[in-house]
């Protein structure tokens, strides 16, 4: 247990639907992140957020939506996503940008 | 931040020790060596970091060389369940904004 929790734990959703994931960390952290991986790929950084303000966009695409109403809650709001999408999301969170804890991830499915 | 190089994959007999190496030519001053590693399918596991000293945990050891430009996470006695994905990162320590890059890693392999 790493005290960063994600929900739910797999998804499978078709490129219409509009779906949600969701963080929530239990550990005070000031920042929260969110990484894709794909198939035997390395993880790539997605957001960052810091005191809530977003602080890192990695050109990603609208179609992936961030939210942190709070410094213990982070989401992600998927809308009309693509097959090439389907990938393992992670979070996670640090204190001060030093070492991450991570949560188990969102294993994503899109049809 | 700098880049790093590390082999694809290693194997180690269960028991022994496994010795993961990583380069890293170009870090800065000012950069921490940290290792994470990755369990098939989980988030990747915060292992051990550090700047200029050798440091232990109960999890590893750091062995970082002299001029910097290289170190060793050693595994004392690797077991079956230590098997993953193993990640060698520079950055700077603090600062929230700071990116974490994950490179390919090592595939670590403990064979019974």
């Known amino acids: 247990e790493t005290g960063v929790t994600q929900t739910p734990r797999h998804l499978v959703m078709g490129m219409t639907n509009k779906k949600s994931l969701k963080c929530e960390q239990h550990?005070?952290?000031?920042?929260m992140y969110w990484y894709k991986q794909s198939a035997k790929k390395p993880l790539e950084l997605m957001f960052v957020?810091?005191?809530?303000?977003?602080?890192e966009n990695n050109s990603v695409p609208s179609r992936f939506s961030p939210e942190c109403p709070n410094s213990s809650h982070l989401f992600l709001h998927l809308h009309t996503l693509q097959p090439e999408d389907s990938a393992l999301y992670l979070c996670a969170s640090s204190q001060q940008g030093e070492k991450l804890f991570f949560g188990s991830g969102t294993q994503l499915s899109v049809l | 931040d700098a880049k790093t190089t590390q082999p694809p994959s290693m194997d180690c007999a269960e028991g022994r020790a496994a010795n993961l190496p990583c380069n890293h030519s170009?870090?800065?001053?000012?950069?921490?060596v940290y290792w994470y590693r990755q369990i098939h399918s989980q988030g990747p596991q915060y292992i051990i970091h550090g700047l200029k000293n050798n440091e232990t945990n109960e999890m590893a050891s750091l062995i970082i060389t002299e001029d910097r430009k290289s170190s060793t996470l050693i595994l004392p006695h690797a077991t079956l369940r230590d098997t993953a994905v193993y990640y060698c990162?520079?950055?700077?320590?603090?600062?929230?904004?700071?990116?974490?890059?994950f490179g390919k890693g090592t595939k670590l392999t403990v064979n019974p």
């Open positions: 957020y810091n005191f809530k303000e977003q602080t």
């Open positions: 990162i520079v950055k700077v320590g603090q600062g929230g904004s700071e990116k974490l890059v």
């Open positions: 170009t870090i800065s001053g000012n950069e921490y």
């Open positions: 550990l005070g952290h000031n920042a």
